[in-house]
């Protein structure tokens, strides 16, 4: 059987053919899929570059290609493109047996509006919340109320149409946008660690004894991931005696507000934005030179960021929003955009030497859930029902 997979991943394309990314999901990750699935077409938008960037790695190998789309970024180019796109995500699953939108995805809605009037099965891979990523403070544009609305609509409408749905969180996502009810469901996460990605030990409390770095991961394309909030902490934290600084791992076009937001605070000197690492043992030496974890997110699904921290035995703060009160315990959360309570709970568990022990063990023996082979294991079951489900209605679809 043939799989045709949608993302909203951006590649890009050497003019030998090949497909290449800076981040995941690469290769391995679309190979998943093959426990199931004699070939997999990844739907994605693809960009024609001269050469890959020294840390890209390919998307595309054997029994995966990647089936490009018209190219865009932000709302205005996908409406201006928006009759081609559809044409090509249309056309790219004319002879797929089997269709997995990832959502929330402009191309997923457009395949899913076509599916539907066909009469066509597809399922879902649910890995993020559109009503919180485009919750007020997130993104600035004047149509994001409507914008909020028409893409929380259409997600509850695509779980509710799907054959299969398989949620990145345990419960957050599943208690929004419920499957059918006639549908399997499945909570299974797209983090998975291997091996490496863990320490064989938590640390201990004098390991706590004079904590002085926090480490944040994250885009800084939108302001998702709430640093304006911990900047504006980390300025509380100062100003109240504690030697703190912050170390930010991640890249996008607000980081020159951010850095001058930092100037304001008085905190600039306490704050190194790193720019955007390599996955694996770049982002894994940042965390094991820090002492905590925060993420204030705005919006999350389940937050790969923090499960990897958690698996290197960091202590964690971070936000009651999407799959993160699913990892942390109650007191390690706060509210969005709280800079005070955000302030408080770090306060409190970095003068805490026992208490960021404790959490250091508890973090990592919850990280240990989200191991390659469990996972792996669990998303094969779902690809299998996808593919049994799929076959089943195909026949009547086809003569509709």
């Given at each position: 059987m043939r799989v045709a997979v949608t993302t909203e991943v951006r590649f890009l394309r050497t003019p030998d053919g090949a497909v290449w990314t800076r981040i995941p999901p690469a290769y391995?990750?679309?190979?998943?899929?093959?426990s199931a699935f004699d070939t997999v077409r990844v739907v994605a938008r693809v960009a024609d570059v001269a050469v890959p960037d020294d840390d890209a790695v390919r998307v595309d190998g054997p029994g995966v290609q990647v089936w490009p789309v018209p190219y865009y970024l932000g709302p205005r180019q996908y409406l201006l493109r928006r009759a081609r796109i559809r044409r090509s995500v249309t056309a790219a699953v004319t002879d797929a047996d089997a269709v997995i939108l990832r959502v929330p995805s402009p191309i997923g809605t457009l395949l899913a509006s076509a599916l539907d009037r066909q009469g066509r099965p597809y399922a879902v891979e649910v890995i993020g919340d559109p009503y919180d990523l485009l919750a007020p403070g997130t993104i600035r544009h004047p149509l994001r109320p409507m914008l909020r609305n028409l893409?929380?609509?259409?997600?509850?409408?695509?779980?509710?149409?799907?054959?299969?749905?398989?949620?990145?969180?345990?419960?957050?996502?599943?208690?929004r946008y419920p499957a059918g009810r006639m549908a399997p469901s499945f909570g299974v996460s797209d983090v998975d660690l291997d091996d490496v990605s863990y320490v064989p030990y938590p640390r201990t409390a004098d390991r706590f004894r004079a904590p002085d770095t926090l480490v944040s991961v994250g885009s800084l394309e939108q302001m998702y991931k709430g640093i304006d909030t911990l900047l504006e902490a980390l300025a509380i934290l100062v100003r109240s005696g504690l030697s703190l600084r912050l170390v930010h791992v991640g890249a996008g076009r607000f980081r020159p507000l951010l850095e001058q937001l930092a100037v304001r605070l008085g905190v600039a000197d306490r704050v190194t934005f790193t720019g955007w690492?390599?996955?694996?043992?770049?982002?894994?030496?940042?965390?094991?030179?820090?002492?905590?974890?925060?993420?204030?997110?705005?919006?999350?699904?389940?937050?790969?960021?923090?499960?990897?921290?958690?698996?290197?035995?960091?202590?964690?703060?971070?936000?009651?929003?999407?799959?993160?009160?699913?990892?942390?315990?109650?007191?390690?959360?706060?509210?969005?955009?709280?800079?005070?309570?955000?302030?408080?709970?770090?306060?409190?568990?970095v003068t805490d030497p026992d208490r960021m022990a404790a959490a250091s063990t508890r973090n990592l023996a919850r990280a240990r859930d989200f191991s390659a082979e469990e996972l792996t294991r669990r998303r094969a079951a779902y690809y299998r029902l996808v593919a049994g489900a799929s076959r089943q209605r195909l026949p009547a679809s086809a003569t509709s």
């Open positions: 391995r990750a679309w190979t998943g899929y093959l893409t929380t609509a259409n997600l509850r409408r695509q779980c509710h149409n799907a054959v299969a749905a398989a949620y990145v969180t345990e419960r957050a996502l599943q208690s690492l390599s996955p694996g043992d770049a982002i894994r030496r940042q965390f094991d030179a820090a002492d905590l974890f925060v993420m204030p997110s705005r919006t999350e699904g389940l937050p790969r960021a923090l499960v990897e921290a958690m698996a290197r035995g960091l202590p964690a703060i971070g936000s009651a929003v999407g799959g993160i009160p699913e990892l942390l315990r109650a007191e390690h959360l706060v509210a969005p955009d709280d800079p005070v309570r955000l302030a408080d709970a770090i306060r409190r568990l």
